[in-house]
Nanobody, 119 residues
Framework: QVQLVESGGGLVQAGGSLRLACAAS????????MGWYRQTPGKQRELVAV???????NYADSVKGRFTISRDNAKNTVYLRMDSLKPEDTAVYYC?????????????WGQGTQVTVSS
């Protein structure tokens, strides 16, 4: 199992920046994938940025060139640097981790952190 704790959300003006952090309760080196999703009311949770199979990264088209995912294995933490923020980036951002157990996988979520971008 793994517990995920997000931090770093808040209110920012359009064009501004924020950095989210997700601290895991175990080494992230052994986690199959770890990253960020976001959700707004009435919509499905969507992928923002994620590490898979080690250092491979995947970004949503809407954030490419503006957001950067990074990791610090020594701190068991994954970060999401968000630049050039837009009002449409307003959402609750969730940290996600997937662990592989043989032929099965377990998915874990953090509690979420609100990001609000004002125009």
């Amino acid at each position: 199992q793994v517990q995920l704790v997000e931090s770093g959300g808040g209110l920012v003006q359009a064009g501004g920046s924020l950095r989210l952090a997700c601290a895991a309760s175990r080494t992230i080196f052994s986690i199959y994938s770890m990253g960020w999703y976001r959700q707004t009311p009435g919509k499905q949770r969507e992928l923002v940025a994620v590490f898979t199979s080690g250092s491979n990264t995947n970004y949503a088209d809407s954030v490419k060139g503006r957001f950067t995912i990074s990791r610090d294995n020594a701190k068991n933490t994954v970060y999401l640097r968000m630049d050039s923020l837009k009002p449409e980036d307003t959402a609750v951002y969730y940290c996600n981790a997937v662990l592989i157990r043989g032929a099965n996988s377990d998915t874990y979520w953090g509690q979420g952190t609100q990001v609000t971008v004002s125009s």
